[in-house]
């Protein structure tokens, strides 16, 4: 089981509140008879889906109940991610309220209800923001736009949404978009936000750090708490942020935390080619020699594969896990601008089918999308950390502006 997802996990007194807000307004909308949204918003790491799985795991437990109110309802949970399905279901599977056939990919739901000509009371959405807005025949999804699939056929909705998670052009996503949905159904609407770092166990400057890089395309002086001739940075409290300038020297320090503690590995930006052929694809930078991440046909996750230390995770392999230390390698398509500053190149970015364009026109301009997925993709990688976080850039420009901003 992966402890950052299991059902029974004590929450916050803010995530107390919004189960609570989002079980009321379960229980409001069955009661009343009216079709129900329910927008969650959080940055990665503060704690979507510890709420949404005890919100499942209670509905699930109060629909077997003959005096609850929401008895013999009929509820999903839904999430766009393998990696993260098999989790759920292997949690499932040691919770007797849990069925592991309630664990579905959209794409299965929508399907499935439309084959049986059914709807569900209740569905639960994690990672809301790798729901398809357009269609994707290789998926098996001929419809425009899973969430409005799922509202469609469902009394109530509750989703988890990131915008700066959003990864691909296929899955892209705007408050605009959610809007219009919820007056085009005219929906009864509802959302909270979570705004505390659950996940890094890092001091707000670390943070910010990560937020200025990826959302202001800024460089934050580091402050030097342990001098070494290998990296900028080191312990500060408890948590352990690195910059390295040589990547084979960062990726053997994350050995050393593997060893330790376990759960620690390295993933890089899609900025090196990789191929689903079968074949292994090299991730080179230096001495630095590893291959990316391999399908994972076994029902392990990736992260929880301990052969895994030896590959490149990608943002597919690793959004929504925790991590003990993540070390990152951030590639080519980020550059030193000057002053400070980074600058993105679109053209560096070996991930295209993310970029592949949509029908609409519901997007703004193409080459601002582009570089939020990019932006995106790091801030997600940048987030995986419980204990630490090492980073190495590819354009030595970045290192060298660090190493002589920082104290």
């Not at 509140?17 to 918003?41: H, M, P, W, Y």
């Not at 079968?278 to 630095?288: A, D, R, S, T």
């Amino acid at each position: 089981m992966l402890d950052s997802v299991l059902p029974n996990k004590n929450l916050t007194k803010q995530q107390e509140a919004v189960f609570e807000k989002i079980l009321n307004f379960c229980q409001s909308n069955l009661r009343d008879g009216t079709k129900g949204i329910f927008q969650l918003n959080g940055d990665a790491g503060t704690g979507k889906s510890v709420i949404l799985t005890k919100l499942f795991l209670t509905l699930e437990q109060a629909a077997k109940e003959d005096v609850s109110k929401f008895q013999g309802t009929n509820n999903y949970f839904l999430v766009n991610h393998p990696e993260l399905l098999k989790v759920y279901q292997d949690n499932a599977g040691h919770f007797d309220d849990l069925r592991k056939n309630r664990f579905l990919r959209p794409t299965t739901f929508i399907n499935q209800m439309h084959k049986q000509q059914k709807t569900a009371d209740i569905v639960v959405i994690d990672e809301a923001h790798l729901l398809l807005s357009e269609s994707d025949h290789y998926n098996n999804f001929t419809q425009q736009n899973q969430l409005e699939e799922v509202v469609k056929l469902s009394k109530v909705v509750i989703f988890v949404y990131d915008q700066r998670q959003v990864l691909k052009m296929k899955s892209y996503w705007s408050q605009d978009i959610i809007d219009d949905l919820i007056k085009r159904y005219q929906v009864k609407f509802a959302s909270s936000t979570l705004k505390v770092q659950m996940r890094m166990q890092a001091p707000q400057t670390i943070i910010d750090w990560v937020d200025d890089l990826t959302d202001k395309l800024k460089l934050d002086p580091i402050e030097i708490t342990q001098k070494d001739l290998d990296y900028l940075g080191g312990m500060d409290e408890d948590y352990d942020f690195r910059i390295f300038e040589d990547a084979e020297k960062m990726y053997q320090k994350l050995r050393e935390k593997n060893n330790n503690y376990g759960q620690s590995r390295i993933v890089a930006t899609a900025d090196y080619p990789s191929i689903l052929d079968g074949k292994k694809h090299y991730v080179n930078e230096g001495n630095f020699h590893l291959p990316w991440d391999q399908y994972n046909y076994s029902k392990v996750t990736w992260a929880q594969k301990d052969d895994t230390i030896n590959e490149i995770g990608s943002i597919y392999t690793v959004q929504g896990f925790d991590l003990n230390y993540v070390a990152v390698i951030i590639g080519p398509s980020i550059k030193y601008a000057g002053d400070g500053k980074i600058v993105i190149d679109i053209s560096k970015y070996e991930d295209q089918e993310a970029f592949k364009k949509r029908h609409d026109d519901d997007v703004k301009k193409l080459s601002e999308v582009k570089a939020e997925i990019i932006l995106n993709s790091m801030n997600v990688l940048l987030k995986r950390g419980i204990k630490g976080v090492f980073v190495y850039f590819h354009d030595h420009d970045i290192y060298q502006y660090l190493k002589d901003s920082s104290k």
